[in-house]
């Protein structure tokens, strides 16, 4: 009896990951989700899906022809944009749990696009714009943020609390006030930190502010023009109009730790 069990166990544990087709499959995205196990695909086909959608950890929800073509649209089920939110990653996911490829619509709704809490996924190549309040909510968490458009968000970006996620090659393009918020003791995010991790910063209000007292790594970005000539004019380490840090001489920012620019990318003026 205990051969068999153990038999049945290796067999469970060598079964090969199953792809989950949205609508050919399932109606919905959700019911892609609930439908897969650890380490399956729910793959979207081109559409608008306009769904509350919670996604399981170990799943990949990909979309099959790009952001483009596929796009998730808040259902407005929350009154409050607080808790208004397209798509939200099960606490405890790891990267090897990823959102890849949509474009995220708030269709009218100041909410979050993607919210995380204690989470750590992996959210690369998708396009977030169009009057988020929040683009992203990485929150106690370690997520891996790659190559995504966030545009035009009300509130912020990206809004770190708590977590140390690493944010490479995306763009962030007209947020207002803040493209990226670093807020809390435990919170060291890499933001660039080396070749070819190079995020853009265009035409946002305040590119980064940093509450936290930790110094954190925002070298080799892209911060456009008018950035990169304020910073070729002054000394490293100094106050830059457009990053807030313990660089300032406020009173209100004392505490804050420094954000660490050095080794900018020349802007190329593109939008």
């Not at 050919?24 to 019911?31: I, K, M, S």
């Amino acid at each position: 009896m205990a051969v068999l069990g153990f038999a049945l166990f290796c067999l469970a544990r060598s079964a090969p990951a199953a792809t989950l087709h949205v609508p050919a499959d399932h109606a919905t995205v959700q019911a892609g989700i609930v439908a897969a196990a650890s380490g399956d695909t729910v793959l979207v086909g081109p559409g608008t899906y306009a769904e509350y959608i919670l996604l399981k950890a170990g799943l990949v929800l990909k979309s099959s022809d790009g952001p483009e073509s596929t796009t998730l649209v808040s259902a407005g089920l929350e009154a409050d944009p607080l808790t208004e939110r397209v798509l939200e990653i099960e606490p405890g996911a790891g990267r090897e749990t990823v959102v890849e490829g949509f474009s995220f619509d708030p269709a009218g709704y100041a909410g979050t696009a993607i919210f995380c809490e204690k989470a750590s996924p992996t959210i690369r190549g998708n396009v977030i714009d169009g009057g988020f309040g929040w683009g992203l909510s990485l929150r106690e968490g370690d997520a891996l943020v790659d190559g995504n458009m966030i545009a035009n968000c009300n509130n912020f970006g990206i809004s770190v609390f708590a977590g140390s996620p690493e944010i490479v090659r995306n763009t962030l393009k007209g947020c207002s006030p803040r493209a990226i918020d670093v807020v809390g003791v435990k919170s060291h995010p890499v933001i660039g930190g080396a070749p070819g991790k190079t995020n853009k910063f265009l035409g946002n209000d305040i590119d980064i502010v940093l509450s936290s007292m930790n110094d954190i790594d925002a070298t080799y970005n892209d911060w456009g023009w008018a950035i990169t000539s304020e910073m070729e004019m002054r000394p490293f380490p100094t106050d830059i109009s457009s990053l807030q840090d313990g660089n300032d001489l406020e009173q209100s920012n004392r505490g804050r730790g420094q954000i660490d620019y050095r080794h900018w990318i020349t802007a190329d003026g593109g939008s």
